[in-house]
T-cell receptor
């Protein structure tokens, strides 16, 4: 089956630094990828929709300058948390839609970000 | 706008007992409905989905769900719980643009 690789699985950083999270579709092309954030014991909240070759569409309340999304190729989208603060600590999950495929979405395994 | 409501943030069953996780949705268009399972510190795994056709959908690990349009429900069931079923379960609805809206989740506990 289709696989979405998300890296790193876990990252610890100091406050004020930037962290990049990668989401790769390994065996299919993904014109659209989605980034979610999940706080402990809560549901997934959609942050943004990433389309290859164009600017990401952010959900209301999500700071686009803080959460930079780049979808430079059909197999890679990146989320950069800029000037991270402890309140950014969360579990981030990406999902990818297969180009030309049916209604399937594939999820990455998530990245646990801890900001000290 | 679409939304999903999962009744009960925690459900506890005995091993071998019936599992019933409730999900109600709202959608202005015919919905695509999903159930996902999440184990600690992991991503989401698709259990089953409803798109069109048969309203009773069978998924992996013995789970199934029935789409009831009149009740706007998509409850998840499993006849006999196993210890390995203990996890967080999310019901989700998707629009035509592939934007997926998740419910708040239900944590399933299985007692020996």
């Amino acid at each position: 089956g289709a696989v979405v690789s998300q890296h790193p699985s876990r990252v610890i950083c100091k406050s004020g630094t930037s962290v990049k999270i990668e989401c790769r579709s390994l065996d299919f092309q993904a014109t659209t990828m989605f980034w979610y954030r999940q706080f402990p014991k809560q549901s997934l909240m959609l942050m943004a929709t990433s389309n290859e070759g164009s600017k990401a569409t952010y959900e209301q309340g999500v700071e686009k300058d803080k959460f930079l999304i780049n979808h430079a190729s059909l197999t890679l989208s990146t989320l950069t948390v800029t000037s991270a603060h402890p309140e950014d600590s969360s579990f981030y999950i990406c999902s990818a839609r297969e180009s030309g495929g049916d209604e399937k979405l594939f999820f990455g395994s998530g990245t646990q970000l801890s900001v000290l | 706008a679409q939304s999903v409501t999962q009744l009960g943030s925690h459900v506890s069953v005995s091993e071998g007992a019936l599992v019933l996780l409730r999900c109600n949705y709202s959608s202005s268009v015919p919905p695509y409905l999903f159930w996902y399972v999440q184990y600690p510190n992991q991503g989401l795994q698709l259990l089953l989905k409803y798109t069109t056709g048969a309203t009773l959908v069978k998924g992996i690990n013995g789970f199934e769900a029935e789409f009831k349009k009149s009740e706007t429900s998509f409850h998840l069931t499993k006849p006999s719980a196993h210890m390995s079923d203990a996890a967080e379960y999310f019901c989700a609805v998707r629009d035509g643009g592939f934007k997926t809206i998740f419910g708040a989740g239900t944590r399933l506990f299985v007692k020996a």
